[in-house]
């Protein structure tokens, strides 16, 4: 798994289970916000507002990533980055829920290591880098911000992972762009589940 997937799901894991209770949807999407992002970095994926293009290339050399790269280039149309990250919450916890039973794999980050740097991006977020900074703006987006921040409230804990993707300059655009979309996802399910209550 690579390094934003990975500190994402650890630091979700850091307070608790995973996923952390009462929060699979939740996690799902953060999830796969942190897939899009990974194959975005790692030349991958082609995205924009409305759409998201699978770009030809050998495998990454993560088999989560790559599965879900084989499950996007396999649609018959492409599709927003709202509709993948909605479209694959759930595989994307399942297939990771495999990999995260407590006993993370040789070098992995442990739950509590994740959840330090992911705090420290937020202050460093230059010397941290893209992968911690997101994982940090991830959980904020993903409404996951007391397990990494139990101290703040949900706003400032935004407002401070906002900050730090801001201080990435431009390699934090795409950050922004997908926090966005896994935040307006999560908005109109819950409004969804509102509705239909």
Known sequence: MTSTPLLFALCATARGPFPPRRRETETGLGLVGALLLQGALAGRLELSRDRVLVLRGEGTGDAVLDEALQRMGAAARERAPAAWVERLGPWALERLRTGLDGRPAAGALLPDQAWRLVREAV????????????????????????????????????RRTARAVAGLGPAGEPVARISATVSETLSSARAALTFSG
């Open 123 to 158: 202050e460093h977020p230059a010397r941290l880098g893209v992968p911690a900074v997101a994982a940090a703006e991830l959980l904020t987006a993903a409404g996951l911000a007391r397990i990494g921040w139990p101290e703040m409230s949900a706003a400032s804990a935004g």
